[in-house]
């Protein structure tokens, strides 16, 4: 299930950061992984260090965009709590989707959307509440951003 820290806290990593210094490239040729980089980046992992990008040719994984790189360090390290303001609102539907199959615990410093995602079932931690709606999500989330 995906939870959900709204606000500041401590022990949280930065994903783009942490990403840098710890990502395994074995990482890149998951499934969903490779998923999240065709859909968020609009590129494709070739093997090995190598990605071709659609807009910038080919990159390292160092230089995809910090909202996937903490979506790969949240996936890979679910037992971390990574800080995901970075991932846009197009990172929704895959925090959703990684917390279909693990538990997942992210700190969140802006209200993220996950409209048209409904049904869902999110933890906020602030509460120790499952929301399951987008009205529930508001309500709860406002509080704290």
Known sequence: MLS???GEKDNVMNGP?????????????????????RDIDKSEYQGGELIMSDVLGPIPPERLSGGLQ?????????????????????CAKWLL???????????????MPFENLEP?????????KIVMNMDEYTRTAIKYV
């Open 17 to 37: 950061a942490w990403f840098r210094f710890n990502y395994e490239a074995k990482w890149l040729s998951e499934g969903l992984v490779s998923r999240m980089i």
């Open 97 to 111: 989707e990684m917390g279909k199959d693990k538990d997942i615990s992210i700190n969140l410093r802006y209200f």
């Open 4 to 6: 959900i820290y709204f």
């Open 70 to 90: 903490t979506l790969i360090c949240i996936y890979n390290k679910p037992e971390l709590m990574f800080n995901a303001t970075s991932c846009g609102e197009n």
């Open 120 to 128: 869902f079932e999110i933890r906020i931690l602030n509460e120790d």
